[in-house]
């Protein structure tokens, strides 16, 4: 054996490579996508979770930068809360116990996310204008989201700790929190529109809506 694999990279180097894998990710979602029937609203969520297990995964050397809230935040936006919150608990749970550890925190990661995917479903009349993204509120909301998880998950170490350990204790991941904003721009302004329009094509209309259409057709 020749022993070819053992190739030591810098964190740059391994970072740019994860990066391009994700990228390739991104380009089989949507090719994948387009074998999917119109309205596949849980084939499309399943695409999403791995997307989302395996963004989480390969990134994971750079501190708190993820696709996760991101893609959370279009479920909410396109599929609505209860999806967006099932979602966060998939990929939250899968990605922890693939690779990067499973706790209490866990749940503290999902309830985090799944704020996140409420806070979408809530505010999509004026994230989602006719079927496009307003693509600016979509990003301040990204930006909100970030420090509103990480604060959530912050919260769990009241589990071992007194209460006055918190506040230091964000006061410290602030930057963290920051890597986390920035990080969600770039995801907003790279996934967010091909992401977002094959989301719709799997939206299922809300029933009262749908309902009141047939009513007045």
Known sequence: MYGIHDVALSPLEESVINMAIVSAIVVALIKGERRLEDKNTFAMLSLLAIFGVSGRILLE????????????????????????????????????LILLGHGPWTLFQVIGWGAVGLIGALLSEHLLKEGRLELNRVALVSIVSAFMFDWIVSLSILLNTDVSFLMPYLVNGLLFDLYHAV???????????????????????????????VATS
């Not at 750079?62 to 979602?87: C, E, K, M």
């Open 61 to 96: 050397p750079i501190p708190n930068v993820q696709p996760v809230t991101v893609i959370v935040l279009l479920a909410g936006i396109y599929f609505g809360a209860p999806r967006a919150i099932a979602l966060s608990g998939i990929i939250a749970l899968s990605s922890n």
């Open 183 to 213: 990080g969600n721009l770039v995801f907003v302004a790279w996934i967010a529109n091909p992401m977002g329009e094959i989301m719709l094509r799997h939206r299922m209309e809300p029933r009262n809506k749908a309902v009141s259409q």
